[in-house]
């Protein structure tokens, strides 16, 4: 059977996203999987919230079936979908990590009907003035023009933004706060990486989370992870994931 995790990834994610990563676990001995969401990297996009998690659920259960000390790991948008996965039962039983914050509060202030705030966060990441001061702000490691081409390409070619903005709102932030208190162990066996210098998703973000859902994950704090250590430090973030026992 096959080794190594199964990454929940954030809006935008791109296959390019764990190019470096993958390179870094290959060389130990095993190999990073993706969940690839429907509406990402022009794929069609899932008709309902349900179908969109109908393909994730489908993806889980291959890696799971295929592969030995299996560990999701859950990161920006990717941890709203590990919620939701708990409290559907779906990966009560599989380790999980959250690598650094669980963006909870931005979700819980949406207001319904929410989908144009999408489509502005996708065009923002189309002009080239916020993309080089995202990348002055946010990416810690030198990226040549190819890279960082590939990395912006995630967000444009994110039909789904809309979608996770309408659907990812206050009344789901609800919905799964009701079902994981009458399953409580959908909160069990989650630990969070906390990344001192990740500058997209604050700390009280994360914290709303914990309070809402009465959660005590153990978390380590790396000071110098960002909110991209699979991108700026795959030596480091690899290294990690072996001590972790994938």
């Known amino acids: 059977m096959s080794r190594g995790p199964l990454v929940l990834g954030d809006t935008g994610h791109a296959l390019f996203r ?130 960082l081409g590939a990395f912006f390409a995630g967000y444009a070619t994110c039909d789904a933004l809309g979608q996770i903005h309408e659907w990812f709102d206050a009344g789901w932030t609800e919905t799964v706060q009701g079902r994981l208190a009458v399953r409580p162990e959908g909160i069990d066996g989650i630990r969070v990486w906390a990344c001192g210098a990740d500058e997209v998703i604050d700390e009280d973000e994360h914290d709303a989370a914990v309070r809402a859902l009465g959660a005590q994950w153990p978390t380590e704090r790396i000071e110098h992870w960002g909110h991209f250590p699979y991108l700026d430090a795959p030596g480091p973030w690899i290294g990690a994931l072996g001590h972790a026992g994938v």
Do not use: M
Not at 40 to 62: I, K, Y
């Open 18 to 147: 764990l190019s470096r990563a993958r390179a870094t676990s290959r060389s130990v001995g095993f190999d990073v999987k993706e969940v690839l969401y429907p509406g990402f990297e022009g794929r069609p996009c899932a008709v309902s919230l349900d179908a969109f998690f109908e393909s994730v659920e489908d993806q889980v259960e291959v890696y799971r079936l295929s592969h030995k000390r299996p560990v999701v790991v859950a990161t920006g948008f990717g941890a709203l979908v590990l919620l939701e996965l708990r409290a559907r039962g779906t990966v009560k039983d599989l380790p999980s990590i959250v690598l650094g914050a669980v963006p909870w509060r931005s979700a819980a202030e949406r207001r319904p009907g929410s989908r144009a705030s999408g489509d502005e966060e996708r065009a923002r990441f189309a002009d080239p003035a916020f993309q080089g001061e995202f990348v002055e702000t946010h990416l810690h490691s030198p990226y040549d023009a190819s890279e």
